[in-house]
């Protein structure tokens, strides 16, 4: 007997149908005689939707009501689910985020979770019920709901099986497993059987939605076994785990793209000592994560410095840096939307030479040009125009021989 948790993404929640195909995968799991939690997200489509309803009463809403709004979603999935559930003969029961005592930062939209408090789902367990988590979502001291940024069931997942010390977590989406590059992309994409904490976390750091990032850290910290696997076939997916020897050898494991990205240049201030301080303090402040930075060679004691934030942050990042921009003398700022960042990932860089400039050349032989690059010990980063994107991601993907991968 084992402690598993389940979590259903959007596509396998979508309607009556597919609740009543996850609810005889979660009957099955429990009848091998397992302890069974479930997070589910909203239906497919039900998050962006509310999303649009609180923008359209305000264009500016509170951070509190937005995310009691954008977490309905998930209210609906679990109470539907755990009706299908009962109506099947299974003991079973939902729960809000709050309800099985997630409780989070401040940080309304992108809020991280500072402690789960397992004593009610264990309890729920012990007296043999199914209990049925709401993802995406937690309270903070105050009970204010929050919302954990796009994509956060799977990190409610992870965390609620560190939590419980799971034996592992299964992460049900629309596609067999983690591939060497999105299967939505490119047809070539070989599905991996197992990836590294490491290698996973800078695929999702990068954009590979399939994970998301927080949740692959938390993974990684408290080593829990997460699978990767479809709800729609009975695929073995690909497991998320320790680094090990075969691992090594691979140079590159994977291409990924993030289309959700703008660039941001602040051009002709001052090169001075606190400057960069001046610029990036506030945005961090607000929780705007900076990722690329790049400071061009001082020209005349001037220089232009540009970096990357979320694009979902743009219209905030205006705001903040134009009264910091006046404040600090810098010429002008120029916001640029139209870009992604492709990036190639593989543990095997560390011990290999030329993987950047097989790269580069594979981007330039179809005449992409590179407005920003940035590395980490194993993964290589490009900024292109994002009428590129896919094109980039298919010719990076040939270049390091991705399709011949088992
Ligand atoms: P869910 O709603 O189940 O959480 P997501 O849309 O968040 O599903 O994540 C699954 C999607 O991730 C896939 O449909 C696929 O398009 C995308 N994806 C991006 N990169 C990869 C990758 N390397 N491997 C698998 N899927 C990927
Ligand atoms: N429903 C939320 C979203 O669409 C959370 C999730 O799906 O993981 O981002
Ligand atoms: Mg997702």
Do not use: W
């Not at 995968?25 to 302890?35: D, L, M, P, Y």
């Not at 201030?269 to 960069?276: F, N, S, Y």
């Not at 961090?284 to 400071?295: A, C, E, P, Y």
């Amino acid at each position: 007997m084992a402690l598993i948790v389940q979590k259903y993404g959007g596509t396998s929640v979508a309607n009556i149908d597919k609740l009543h195909n996850v609810a005889s995968r979660v009957v099955a799991a429990k009848e091998k005689g397992n302890e069974v939690v479930v997070v589910l997200s909203a239906m497919a489509g039900e998050t962006d939707r509310l999303i649009q309803l609180a923008l359209s009463a305000s264009d500016n809403p509170m951070d509190r009501e937005y995310d009691a709004l954008i977490s309905t979603g998930e209210q609906v999935t679990v109470t539907l689910l755990t009706m299908i559930l009962n109506k099947m003969g299974y003991k079973a029961k939902s729960f809000l985020g709050h309800q099985v005592k997630i409780l989070t930062d401040k940080a309304h939209t992108k809020a991280r979770i500072i402690s789960i408090d397992t004593e009610k789902t264990l309890d729920e367990l012990r007296k043999g019920h199914i209990v049925v988590v709401a993802g995406f979502q937690g309270a903070d001291h105050e009970g204010n709901i929050t919302t954990l940024g796009r994509g956060g069931s799977d990190t409610s997942a992870v965390a609620i099986a560190a939590a419980l010390k799971a034996d592992y977590c299964e992460i049900f989406t629309d596609v067999n497993g983690v591939y060497t590059t999105d299967p939505n992309i490119y047809d070539k994409a070989k599905k991996l059987r197992k990836i590294s904490y490491e290698e996973m976390l800078e695929l999702a750091s990068a954009g590979a939605k399939v994970l998301q990032q927080r949740s692959v850290e938390l993974a990684k910290i408290y080593e829990v076994p997460v699978y990767v696997r479809s709800s729609f076939t009975n695929d073995g997916g690909t497991l998320v785990t320790k680094e090990d020897k075969d691992m090594e050898k691979e140079v590159v494991s994977g291409v990924t793209y993030d289309r959700d990205q703008a660039k941001i240049t602040v051009v002709h201030v001052p090169d001075k000592p606190g400057i960069a301080a001046r610029l990036f303090t506030p945005l961090s402040d607000q929780n705007i994560v900076v990722d690329m930075i790049i400071q061009n060679a001082s020209v005349d004691a001037f220089t232009d410095l540009t970096f990357t934030v979320p694009r979902k942050d743009i219209r905030q990042c205006q705001t903040i840096l134009h009264k910091v921009a006046e404040e600090i003398g810098a010429e002008r700022l120029e916001f640029d939307e139209n870009i992604s960042k492709v990036s190639i990932v593989g543990v095997g860089m560390k011990s290999h030479a030329g993987v950047a400039s097989r790269m580069f050349a594979a981007l330039a032989n179809e005449g992409i040009n590179i407005l920003m690059i940035s590395t980490s010990e194993i993964k290589i980063s490009c900024v292109i125009e994002s009428k590129y994107t896919e094109l980039a991601v298919r010719v990076l993907h040939d270049a390091f021989g991705l399709e011949q991968k088992i």
